[in-house]
């Protein structure tokens, strides 16, 4: 009992590590994503069609691969990035990758939460574009990112379990190694009953902070 109790806990601390790191990068690449889709959209004050069409293709396309796939097709990217393309390290790069257009399109879609007239009062403040996006859309709309970065977490809760069937390392990999393979369905429900958990907590830290920021308004 005290090998499958260390296995969780070595695989539960990998799990924590693969979601975090990945939430970390997505959150620096994803927010500012977010934003060049919301300011460059049409009738916004950095008016971009190509640019605008370009991002939003490319978001669109990442979105529309299932992870699994994904994960194979990064395989070499992966490799010449970290030097080796399985393990709990490898396994950042793709989930990184498939949570920085979800990040950003929510961020998109918290910043269009901003009332127009709050950003067409800083314009006529004469306002630089710089200044209404940290002064006003971010600040505005700080309580709906954290709600995305949320959901964005527990999205790639999922993730991570399944980059545990390529040897992601990892809550999954235990699941599939211990559990499946060696028709150990006591491990498998141990893994899951682990993850939902973590589900739960994310969920739950993520509304407390959201109620905060709502509050400080």
Same mark, same amino acid.
């Given at each position: %009992?005290? *090998?499958? $109790?260390? $296995? /969780? ?12 790191? !990945?939430? @970390? ?5 994803? +927010? ?13 004050? $950095?008016?971009?069609? +190509? ?39 490898? @396994?950042?790069?793709? /989930?990184?990758?498939? @949570?920085?257009? /979800?990040?950003? =399109? ?5 910043? &269009? ?23 006003? $859309?971010?600040?505005? !709309? ?19 379990? %399944?980059?545990?069937? +390529?040897?992601?390392?990892? /809550?999954?990999?235990?699941?599939? =190694?211990?559990?499946?393979? =060696?028709?150990?369905? *006591? ?17 739950? @830290?993520?509304?407390?902070?959201? =109620?905060?920021?709502?509050?400080? &308004?």
């Amino acid at each position: %009992m005290s *090998d499958i $109790l260390n $296995l /969780l806990l070595v695989s539960t601390w990998e799990s924590i590590y693969m979601v975090f790191s !990945s939430v @970390a990068i997505a959150t620096f690449f994803g +927010i500012p994503l977010g934003v060049l889709l919301f300011v460059t959209d049409k009738q916004q004050f $950095l008016k971009s069609d +190509i640019l605008n069409e370009i991002l939003s293709w490319i978001v669109n396309i990442i979105r529309s691969i299932p992870f699994v796939i994904l994960l194979i097709l990064l395989l070499p990217f992966t490799k010449l990035i970290v030097g080796k393309a399985i393990g709990t390290t490898a @396994a950042i790069v793709p /989930l990184s990758i498939a @949570a920085v257009p /979800l990040v950003g =399109r929510l961020t998109e879609n918290a910043l &269009r939460e901003v009332p127009k007239g709050v950003i067409e009062a800083a314009q006529s403040m004469g306002a630089s574009p710089f200044q209404i996006i940290t002064k006003v $859309l971010l600040p505005e !709309s700080l309580p709906s990112i954290v709600s995305g970065i949320t959901i964005t977490t527990i999205n790639l809760v999922g993730y991570s379990a %399944m980059a545990g069937v +390529i040897g992601g390392g990892g /809550l999954g990999d235990v699941a599939v =190694r211990f559990g499946y393979n =060696r028709f150990r369905p *006591d491990i498998m429900l141990y893994t899951v009953a682990i993850l939902v958990v973590m589900v739960q907590l994310i969920q739950m @830290a993520g509304d407390a902070f959201v =109620r905060h920021l709502s509050k400080n &308004r």
